[in-house]
């Protein structure tokens, strides 16, 4: 959608929409004056947004439920209130955020944190090559505090990007580097599913893991993690037994390299009995037309990697086809072979692939679309849309404020297509977590990036001097 009124970005009216409220009441959602310290439990109406994408059509305009001039009223670490002029309750923080956009925070719903430590490697290899040249060496080498340095390195990247909730594909690995890898992620701060592959003779871990390190956790969550072989039956069959037991999604790659064929994955998850809405299949580049037919049937949802899939020369997924077939779809960014966290670029990969393919400007996935894949589709195809992708009343507080007067945004044509093809990173000044301010004034709250750099640095040394 259009919008033809003016811009106006006053950037000198710091009261502006605060009505009465003092200087003390009201903080800017740039400069160090916006990372003050919140008081437990208090809340936050984000004031005079130029505009609220809502991403629920009941609240405001069109499918993205759009709405001007509007604020967002965050309590209790959910979203409480969307409108115009809402009244601050009692002792709220109000952060004045006009010119600014309001959107859920982005959805990633496939990725490989500790690949940040390969991150530009075996750049000249397909998916064949990457895994066995980059990715199967490396892994047995971190050792548990490599693997912390790694995953918050990429987790507070992917946060300072707008991420809010992110699913992690884990490879089998040691219950010491598990307890690493889940407490990075928890110190960053991110809501998070954890989707765990086991080892043969060690799948008990799974449980181990998510009753021990998980459950305890208030933004954590878990599946189980495959990778389909029709080879591998057995192994499949007890990872699905052990996902229905647990209440847990399955999560597997499925097509992604034309070889993969020869694995029958498709064929091996109906036989077990997981091909359903509990099924989370991730790239699904080589699907044919039968088989994007039965996943729109069974409800099977699909993770979309555009620009891993790329990078490792693997094809275009056929998501108009499988958009045509009714099936939930999300983002996925897919840990080094996407080098960095950029849900700007990978909406715009999305988008670009399906142009270039079909030589059609109206194909899907639209710019509208793909907002909705990154953000409310994204929490469907992971079963979380009851709680986060959307600002609507009652859901978890995962905000994010935009930036649109910045070199490389302004000035205003089309605000909706500018966010997919001008928006970038540092263009998301404000992230909140549940309600929590995450990142404040484009910078991360409480958080030493230089100390955070330097760790994975000397966990990339240690790397590269093993055996």
Same mark, same amino acid.
């Not at 709405?67 to 965050?74: F, G, Q, R, T």
């Not at 000044?429 to 990036?449: E, P």
């Given at each position: ?195 765990? +592959?086991?080892? &043969?003779? #060690?799948?008990?871990?799974? !449980?181990? %893991?998510? *009753? ?6 208030? =933004? ?124 700007? +670029?990978?909406? &715009?990969? #999305?988008?670009?692939?399906? !142009?270039? %393919?079909? *030589? ?6 639209? =710019? ?100």
């Amino acid at each position: 959608m259009t919008f033809q009124n003016p811009l106006r970005l006053n950037r000198r009216s710091l009261l502006a929409g605060a009505g009465g409220l003092s200087l003390a009441a009201v903080s800017r959602t740039a400069g160090p004056a916006a990372a003050a310290p919140e008081r437990p439990g208090q809340a936050t109406l984000l004031r005079g947004a130029a505009l609220v994408l809502t991403m629920d059509p009941r609240i405001g305009e069109g499918d993205l439920g759009l709405l001007k001039d509007a604020d967002v009223l965050l309590q209790h670490g959910r979203i409480a209130k969307v409108g115009r002029k809402l009244e601050a309750p009692r002792g709220a923080r109000v952060r004045d955020v006009s010119g600014r956009f309001v959107l859920p925070g982005f959805v990633d719903i496939h990725n490989h944190l500790w690949q940040s430590s390969i991150r530009g490697g075996c750049s000249d290899q397909d998916l064949v090559g990457w895994l066995k040249s980059c990715n199967l060496s490396t892994l047995p080498k971190i050792d548990p505090a490599g693997m912390y340095a790694f995953v918050r390195l990429a987790a507070l990247d992917a946060l300072q990007a707008g991420v809010t909730t992110l699913v992690d594909w884990v490879h089998a690995m040691p219950y010491a580097s598990s307890e690493r890898y889940v407490q990075a992620l928890d110190d960053a701060g991110l809501r998070f599913v954890y989707a765990m +592959a086991s080892a &043969k003779g #060690a799948e008990d871990q799974v !449980r181990t %893991v998510k *009753e021990r390190l998980l459950d305890p956790l208030p =933004l954590a969550s878990a599946q189980v993690a495959v990778h389909a072989r029709r080879g591998s039956i057995d192994s499949l069959r007890a990872s699905w037994k052990q996902a229905e037991d647990l209440g847990l999604m399955l999560n597997s790659h499925v097509l992604e390299h034309r070889t993969d064929r020869d694995e029958e994955q498709i064929a091996a998850l109906r036989e077990v009995g997981a091909f359903g809405p509990a099924l989370l299949m991730n790239h699904a580049v080589h699907l044919s037309r039968e088989e994007i037919a039965l996943v729109g049937d069974h409800d099977v949802r699909v993770a979309h990697c555009p620009l891993s899939n790329m990078r490792l020369a693997s094809g275009v997924m056929p998501l108009p086809q499988l958009h045509k077939a009714g099936v939930k779809m999300g983002l996925g960014h897919d840990g080094g072979t996407n080098d960095t966290s950029d849900m700007f +670029a990978l909406m &715009k990969a #999305a988008v670009g692939l399906q !142009r270039a %393919v079909h *030589e059609d400007p109206q194909i899907q996935p639209t =710019l509208p679309a793909v907002l909705r894949m990154g953000t409310l589709g994204g929490a469907e195809a992971i079963g979380m849309a009851d709680q986060v992708g959307s600002l609507t009343p009652g859901k978890r507080a995962d905000v994010l404020v935009l930036d649109p007067g910045t070199l490389n945004f302004a000035p205003r044509f089309d605000w909706t297509s500018q966010i997919v093809l001008n928006g970038q990173p540092p263009n998301v000044t404000d992230v909140y977590v549940d309600g929590r301010l995450r990142k404040s004034g484009g910078a991360l709250v409480g958080v030493d990036t230089e100390k955070v750099v330097l760790a994975a640095e000397r966990a990339a040394a240690r790397l590269t001097s093993a055996p």
